[in-house]
Each structure stands twice: as C-alpha cells, then as structure tokens.
C-alpha cells in the first residue's frame, strides 16, 4: 500500500486536469467529475494505480536493470535529475534524439566518442592538439555531454521507462513500444492511457504534482535496490555456511571411515580373489591332462603314427592291388592252357563218338 494518503495528493494538486474540451474520451474511467469546465481526476484510482507501479518498479530494481527516466519538459526538468541521480539510473531530461532505444548502437558510439575525449584528457595526448582541434574537441564534448550524459552509463537497453507526459514524449513512447519495453507514465486527462502498460492518472503539469509522484516511484526503487543488496549478502553467508560443512564432511577421519585398510580388504581381499581366479580353478579349467588329452602325442600319434601310414599305404597292400600272382591269377597260364586245351578235350570226345 503507497504510503501517500489522499490529502497529500489534493494539497499537491493531483487532481486537476485540463480542460474539458482538450479531454481524451479513453480518461473517461479515471475523471471524477467536470467542476468549472476543468476535470477533476479521481484520487482513489490515481493511489490503486500508483500502487501497482511502485511494486512493478521494486521488482525491475531487485532484478538488478535500469529504468530510464524521460521528461523533457520545464517543469520535470530539475526534479527529475535531482532524485534519479540519487539512485543512480539514467534518465533524459534534454532533447530526446531519435532512435535513442531502436538505434541504440549509433548511441552507443556517441557515448565512446565522449570517452575517448575523456582519456585523450587522462594520457595526455590533449597537450599534443593545436588550438583548434582543442576547441573543437571541447564543443563536440559538450554537445555529447548535453544529450548523452545521464545515460552514459546505460550499456543495453533498459527494462522500463518512465515518462511525464506522453503528449511530449511520443517519440520515446513510441520506441518503448516497438521494442516492447514496459512503459510507466503519469498521464493526465487529455491523454491516452491505453498506449502505457502502467499509467498514473495525475496532473503532469504542476511540479508539486510530478515531484511527489517521481518521489514515490524513486523510493519504491530504492527499497527494490536494498533488497538485492541483502539478498546478496545472504547468499555470500549460505555460501560461508556451505563451505563450513564441506568442511566438516572432508575431514580426515571421515576420511578413514570411508576408506580404511579393513574396508578394502574387505572389498578386494586375497582369498576372494583367490576364489575369484584360483589356480585350481585354472587347473580344472586349463589343466595339463586336459590339454594332453586335447592334444596329446599319444593320441597325435594314434592319427599319424608310421604304422597308419603302413596301413594306408603299406608296400603289401600295393603288393596285394598290383602283385604279380594276381596278375598271374588275371592271366595265368594255367588258364590259358585250360581255355586252349578245352577245344582238344572236345577233340577227343569227338574222336571217341567217331
């Protein structure tokens, strides 16, 4: 809940508007009522919106981004410069240069044009320039400084941007919104607040209206900061604490527990590697008498002994294939005389008939 009340808000002016022909019709849900053709701005929805954005900025600042602040106008000029550089993020109160945001890399390089003008002035080689040059140098510094100067330490795009008038500040709205940048903006009764994510009906014309409302939002900020700063530090004590118990669980004895002479005994002992890979095992496995009987020379010799040899090709089974008393058995004599003497026994038989 903002710590502002409703009777600080109508001191301050919060209420007012402009006039009623200059009303944008989309204010209608936050004008209280039209008194002496001037819109009176309902407080109660300014304080419930206010609300809202204060607790969307804590939560940009406790992330650790920048919320860049953009009123060029004469009345938030010096009010907004004087609280934002308190907390140090950047904001624009002169000339907003188009494509700040979509062309930021052009940017970027005048912010580097400004510093190396600076180390030129730090190294020395300043006293090596003529007269001319120097004032040159000294102008175009001076121009960078007017533009770029409160956000040259904005090195990537911010996270949100605040606005005092919208109506000014198209430019910028506009850029925001096509980089979807989440916008925050005090919007007043002739402006649109569909076009801000979170608008802040009040009037963006009387300087006590946009200083209270900007102090708001910068302590909002603020406590966002400081409770990042304790978050931090409330890691780097669990951080020490966790060191301590690594500590406390890497200690020597723990060690011993852990790994003692009896455990790996236990674990990789002579016996069970014995039992593991025995030599009997080896024995049964791989035994001499196995391999003998594999292998043996007896048993090389029952395949190829000389005497199977013998047997399969002796010199008397050649005989008996190819020996001359069965050659002589083929065509003995004997039987030729017998097949020769057959006709002279027939010879005889035919004698004897005569």
């Known amino acids: 809940m ?23 019709p989309a204010m209608a849900p936050y004008i209280f009522e039209e008194k002496k053709g001037i819109h009176i701005i309902d407080l109660n929805k300014t304080i419930v919106h206010l609300d809202q954005a204060c607790a969307a900025m804590k939560q940009i600042a406790k992330s650790g981004k920048k919320v860049l602040f953009v009123a060029t106008k004469k009345q938030a000029k010096e009010i907004v410069s004087q609280r934002v550089a308190k907390i140090g993020m950047p904001y624009v109160t002169e000339r907003w240069s188009g494509g700040m945001l979509t062309n930021f890399q052009t940017t970027r390089k005048s912010i580097r044009k400004m510093a190396t003008i600076d180390k030129m002035k730090s190294d020395g080689t300043w006293d090596t320039l003529n007269k001319r040059e120097k004032l040159f140098k000294t102008r175009q510094r001076e ?48 402006s649109n607040p569909k076009l801000v994510d979170f608008p802040i009906p009040a009037n963006d014309d009387a300087t006590k209206s ?40 890497k200690t020597p004895k723990v060690a011993v527990e ?64 190819a020996a001359p008393e069965a050659v002589v058995e083929e065509a003995a004599p004997d039987a030729v005389t017998e097949e020769v003497e057959a006709p002279a026994d027939q010879k005889d038989t035919h004698t004897e008939e005569n």
């Open 2 to 24: 903002s710590k502002l009340k409703f009777e600080t808000l109508l001191e301050a002016g919060v209420h007012f508007g402009h006039l009623k022909r200059k009303w944008n």
């Open 143 to 190: 121009k960078l400084e007017k533009t770029f100067g409160s956000i040259s330490d904005m090195t990537r795009q911010p996270a949100a941007i605040f606005i005092v008038d919208i109506l000014k500040e198209h430019i910028a709205l506009a850029e925001a919104k096509r980089l979807n940048i989440p916008t925050f903006a005090i919007v007043d009764t002739n």
């Open 258 to 321: 852990v790994k003692t002479p009896e455990a790996v005994v236990e674990e990789a002992a002579p016996e069970a590697v014995v039992e593991e890979v025995a030599p009997e095992a080896v024995v049964e496995e791989v035994a001499s008498e196995a391999v003998v009987e594999e292998a043996a020379p007896e048993a090389v010799i029952e395949e190829a002994t000389p005497e199977a040899v013998v047997e399969e090709a002796a010199p008397e089974a050649v005989v008996e294939e």
């Open 210 to 249: 946009i200083s209270l409302i900007l102090e708001e939002i910068c302590s909002a900020i603020q406590d966002g900061l400081e409770d990042r700063k304790n978050t931090k530090g409330d890691k780097e004590d669990a951080s020490e604490g966790s060191d301590d118990v690594v500590a406390e669980i």
